[in-house]
Structures are given as C-alpha cells and as structure tokens.
C-alpha cells in the first residue's frame, strides 16, 4: 500500500476549546494509528501524539486547526480526529 498525504482544516466547536480532556482524546486517537500527525494554528504547530504540544495550542472555541496525516492510514486517521473535533469532544455547553 502506498503512502498518502491527508489535509483537512477543522474548526473548534466545543465551548472550552482544545483544554487537558480533549487533547487526551486527540492523542489517544492518534495512537491507534500509523502516519504521522500534525495540528497547526496559525504559525504553531503540535504532533499529535505529543499532548503537552496539543495542549500548547491553546485553541478557543472557533478557532480554525488544520490537521495533517502522511502514511499508510492518512485519511482513516484524518477523519477519526476530525470527526471527534465536529462532535465537540461529546462535551456539554
């Protein structure tokens, strides 16, 4: 299987924004997956498999993340943090 590259911006939806709860789920979806990853916010960018980088980001809610995958299961992996973003980390306003 050939390797991909996978982009996908997002946006932060949950009301307390990418804090301690949702960068452990960010890492820990991460983990069961091959590619690399990436987070970027503006001029910053975290590995996601690093959760003192992910918290650094510090995000808002409606801030706008780009995220980035290059391997084998790039776009599963797009698509699994993606889909945790969107649903705002199951978080309650």
Known sequence: MSESSVRKE???????????????????????????????????????????????????MGTQIVLEAEGEDAAELIHAVAALIDAGFDEKA
């Open 10 to 60: 997002v946006r932060i939806v949950n009301p307390q924004g990418l804090h301690a709860r949702p960068s452990s789920l960010i890492v820990r979806t991460v983990s069961r997956f091959k590619s690399s990853f990436t987070l970027s916010v503006e001029d910053r960018t975290a590995n996601g498999r690093s959760i003192m980088e992910v918290m650094m980001l510090a995000s808002p």
